[in-house]
């Protein structure tokens, strides 16, 4: 894929990320997210980030990409579906994984388990999911109100993953609503308790995906943690936005979601921006629709040669990659049915695969942003910020009726 570019400038805008014994050359990880971010699409992900460092980012990880998350639970019992998320490229390297538990034991013995066999580099712990599945058992946003539950997890997994040198790090929001900010207590419990590194995204999980993200809240948290990275996450939609969130905040780099779906090559942008170029990536349809095909082939050896599934699979990517392009409905909506390489390929021949890039129509916000909610909690889980007995039972439970995958 070309690059656009202009006089280049080659000032670096941040050093490397390091997370623990890892060197990561652009300060960008790709976040965690539900059905997303398999090997498949972790694979594209890679390819685009090298593409944007002189040299194809030969001298170690151009970017750090992890995998969606998993249960703790799920994965000690080794579920085949949670096996197949955390697979990885024999040469992805480092192999993120993202955990979630509600239960220091658990989520201790997963830890292990990744570490001794030898599956993952990184471990990413999971405290932000607003899903509320996941919250009205005590997970995701909502544990860190519970402070010393929270603290319980972080130390379990990093107590069991530095035997290894296997670098721990927490992923949270603001807090479960504006009257219950739990960020700056937990930016602080995970820095003392030995995470490599802490992530925030910048809207409580009542805000869901709505709303804007408060990057202030970023710029207090890199004020309050000092020894271990802060990184930033919430609304980048450009290379240009991340680099006004640095500016903004003084976060060591940024995680990106939603503004990479549909667009891997976001992250050659990144890390050219990162880098102090200029240089982006303006792809046509021909283009487009190459990387839409390259992708479904990804997902078809992630399900080992099912066709169908990674076809199904491809389908929610649709609408993402053909965002701002002269399609037609009648071609979005064949696609959204695609069930075979070949009606892939024969429905992207009858395209205008000569059309240009849309601009500002393909740009911005992707994928549902929701709206604010009345986020679902266990019973009195507000109350106070330890667990009652009720709530250590609910939460010994927890896992067992959240799927990972």
Same mark, same amino acid.
């Given at each position: 894929?070309?690059?656009?570019?202009?006089?280049?400038?080659?000032?670096?805008?941040?050093?490397?990320?390091?997370?623990?014994?890892?060197?990561?050359?652009?300060?960008?990880?790709?976040?965690?997210?539900?059905?997303?971010?398999?090997?498949?699409?972790?694979?594209?992900?890679?390819?685009?980030?090298?593409?944007?460092?002189?040299?194809?980012?030969?001298?170690?990880?151009?970017?750090?990409?992890?995998?969606?998350?998993?249960?703790?639970?799920?994965?000690?019992?080794?579920?085949?579906?949670?096996?197949?998320?955390?697979?990885?490229?024999?040469?992805?390297?480092?192999?993120?994984?993202?955990?979630?538990?509600?239960?220091?034991?658990?989520?201790?013995?997963?830890?292990?388990?990744?570490?001794?066999?030898?599956?993952?580099?990184?471990?990413?712990?999971?405290?932000?999911?607003?899903?509320?599945?996941?919250?009205?058992?005590?997970?995701?946003?909502?544990?860190?109100?519970?402070?010393?539950?929270?603290?319980?997890?972080?130390?379990?997994?990093?107590?069991?993953?530095?035997?290894?040198?296997?670098?721990?790090?927490?992923?949270?929001?603001?807090?479960?609503?504006?009257?219950?900010?739990?960020?700056?207590?937990?930016?602080?419990?995970?820095?003392?308790?030995?995470?490599?590194?802490?992530?925030?995204?910048?809207?409580?999980?009542?805000?869901?995906?709505?709303?804007?993200?408060?990057?202030?809240?970023?710029?207090?948290?890199?004020?309050?943690?000092?020894?271990?990275?802060?990184?930033?996450?919430?609304?980048?939609?450009?290379?240009?936005?991340?680099?006004?969130?640095?500016?903004?905040?003084?976060?060591?780099?940024?995680?990106?979601?939603?503004?990479? /779906?549909? $667009?891997?090559?976001?992250?050659? =942008? +990144?890390? !050219?921006?990162?880098? @102090?170029?200029? *240089?982006?990536?303006?792809? &046509?349809?021909?283009?487009?629709?190459?990387?839409?095909?390259?992708?479904?082939?990804?997902?078809?050896?992630?399900?080992?040669?099912?066709?169908?599934?990674?076809?199904?699979?491809?389908?929610?990517?649709?609408?993402?990659?053909?965002?701002?392009?002269?399609?037609?409905?009648?071609?979005?909506?064949?696609?959204?049915?695609?069930?075979?390489?070949?009606? /892939?390929? $024969?429905?992207?021949?009858?395209? =205008? +695969?000569? !059309?240009?890039?849309? @601009?500002?129509? *393909?740009?911005?916000?992707? &994928?549902?942003?929701?709206?604010?909610?009345?986020?679902?909690?266990?019973?009195?889980?507000?109350?106070?910020?330890?667990?009652?007995?009720?709530?250590?039972?609910?939460?010994?439970?927890?896992?067992?009726?959240?799927?990972?995958?």
């Amino acid at each position: 894929m070309s690059l656009t570019t202009a006089t280049p400038v080659h000032t670096p805008v941040l050093p490397p990320l390091r997370v623990g014994r890892h060197v990561v050359e652009s300060p960008v990880v790709l976040a965690p997210m539900a059905g997303i971010t398999n090997r498949a699409f972790r694979r594209l992900c890679r390819e685009y980030g090298a593409a944007g460092l002189e040299g194809g980012g030969a001298s170690g990880a151009t970017s750090l990409y992890v995998a969606e998350m998993v249960t703790s639970r799920a994965l000690v019992e080794r579920t085949p579906e949670t096996m197949r998320l955390i697979s990885h490229d024999p040469g992805e390297s480092p192999r993120s994984v993202q955990l979630y538990s509600v239960d220091p034991v658990t989520a201790g013995l997963a830890a292990r388990m990744l570490v001794t066999e030898d599956r993952a580099d990184h471990i990413d712990l999971n405290f932000g999911c607003p899903v509320p599945k996941v919250t009205r058992k005590g997970g995701g946003a909502a544990l860190p109100w519970k402070t010393d539950l929270f603290r319980g997890v972080v130390r379990a997994v990093v107590r069991e993953a530095s035997v290894h040198d296997v670098p721990v790090t927490v992923k949270m929001r603001v807090g479960i609503d504006d009257d219950h900010v739990t960020y700056l207590d937990a930016g602080r419990i995970a820095e003392a308790e030995g995470a490599a590194a802490v992530a925030l995204h910048g809207r409580t999980a009542a805000q869901a995906y709505s709303g804007q993200a408060d990057w202030d809240a970023i710029a207090r948290l890199k004020e309050a943690v000092t020894s271990i990275p802060v990184l930033g996450n919430g609304d980048i939609w450009s290379a240009e936005d991340a680099l006004e969130m640095v500016r903004r905040t003084g976060c060591d780099g940024v995680v990106v979601g939603r503004g990479c /779906l549909g $667009r891997p090559w976001l992250f050659t =942008d +990144l890390a !050219a921006a990162f880098a @102090g170029s200029d *240089a982006r990536v303006r792809p &046509g349809l021909r283009e487009v629709t190459s990387v839409l095909r390259r992708h479904a082939e990804y997902l078809v050896d992630f399900y080992d040669g099912d066709e169908q599934r990674g076809c199904r699979d491809i389908r929610k990517h649709i609408a993402w990659y053909l965002k701002g392009f002269p399609a037609g409905s009648t071609v979005r909506n064949q696609l959204a049915l695609v069930d075979s390489l070949e009606a /892939l390929d $024969r429905l992207i021949a009858g395209m =205008d +695969l000569d !059309a240009p890039w849309p @601009g500002d129509p *393909a740009e911005g916000p992707r &994928g549902r942003a929701g709206s604010p909610r009345v986020v679902a909690l266990p019973e009195n889980w507000l109350r106070g910020r330890d667990l009652d007995e009720a709530q250590r039972a609910q939460v010994a439970q927890a896992e067992l009726s959240v799927s990972g995958g």
